[in-house]
């Protein structure tokens, strides 16, 4: 079990920077809709929160969690998004599948982001039943969308600075 002495947020929202010349990417899985649906909203609200335009934001949608890695690549091909955020909702069932998904979109993501060389931020929530996921999606344990799109403003602009100070 993952905690956090910060929790239900590890962002003090005072200190994220401007989004607004940075473009973001977001797949969202369909699979387990009801939540999926809730971290795409509070994604999408907090990068315009934080002054991202909406023509800054290009999302697709795939059909379930282990999708979020080509989908991810997908929209990485295209070369117009400084960061790619990834939200789905995997819940562990009788049979070991979460461990393989949730392990093959960590090291997919991971991956991507060397290649690519930008930011491809981790939104899946990965819980033990549907309770924990409607409590990481906007209930006591936080919002997993919310936190995403902060994560890829925040690594955005540690992006920008350390380059700056590069050249």
């Not at 509070?42 to 379930?64: Q, R, S, Y």
């Not at 400084?82 to 939200?87: E, F, N, V």
């Amino acid at each position: 079990m993952s905690s956090s002495l910060n929790s239900p947020s590890l962002f003090d929202e005072s200190k994220i920077p401007s989004a607004q010349n940075m473009r973001f990417g977001v797949v969202v899985s369909e699979w387990n809709q009801v939540i999926t649906d809730t971290l795409r909203d509070g994604c999408i609200e907090t990068l315009k929160k934080f002054g991202a335009k909406d023509d800054a934001i290009l999302e697709i949608l795939v059909p379930g969690s282990f999708e979020l890695v080509p989908g991810a690549q997908m929209l990485a091909e295209l070369k117009s998004t400084d960061a790619i955020i990834c939200l789905g909702c995997v819940v562990k069932g009788e049979t070991k599948h979460d461990d393989y998904i949730n392990n093959a979109v960590a090291n997919g993501l991971t991956q991507l982001s060397i290649k690519y060389k930008i930011p491809f931020i981790f939104g899946l929530v990965t819980t033990q039943n549907e309770q924990q996921a409607f409590d990481r999606s906007g209930g006591k344990s936080g919002h997993k969308g919310i936190e995403s799109a902060l994560t890829a403003i925040k690594m955005v602009h540690l992006k920008g600075d350390f380059l700056s100070r590069k050249n």
